[in-house]
């Protein structure tokens, strides 16, 4: 009967802060593979102090995120397939993790070619719930 409780007790523990984070990229990356942006956007705080640093400086905001994404992938060929790679999580508090990993596009019809760069992520628990509040991707 013990270890039947055990298990059952064990199954049922909430992720870990690593774990929850982790489930939330891969999402995005199933999200973005499917080509669904706003679905890859959930990942994100929806606010308009979301930050999200790239090639061409800041954007504030969900929104103006996701349509510089929308801008900048606008095809299946554009958008290709997205891995993340070399995942450090590192929580800062039981609210606050950071997130450094590479991520790569395969884009094998794309005329850009494939893509690929380092991003810093912050994550915050909001609501219950882990959500990117700021991305700096190169």
Do not use: C
Not at 73 to 100: C, K, W
Request: proline residues 8%.
């Amino acid at each position: 009967m013990l270890p039947s409780l055990l298990l059952t007790l064990a199954l049922a523990a909430p992720p870990t802060p690593r774990q929850a984070i982790a489930q939330v990229l891969t999402t995005q990356a199933a999200a973005w593979n499917r080509g669904d942006i706003p679905a890859f956007m959930a990942g994100y705080w929806h606010s308009d102090s979301l930050v999200f640093i790239g090639k061409n400086g800041a954007t504030y905001g969900w929104q103006p995120t996701l349509d510089t994404y929308k801008k900048s992938y606008p095809n299946a060929a554009q958008m290709g397939h997205l891995d993340f790679s070399q995942l450090r999580i590192t929580p800062l508090s039981p609210e606050v993790a950071q997130v450094v990993g590479h991520w790569h596009l395969t884009r094998p019809n794309a005329p850009t070619g494939d893509a690929q760069g380092q991003f810093l992520l912050i994550f915050r628990k909001l609501k219950g719930e882990w959500v990117i509040v700021a991305d700096h991707s190169s």
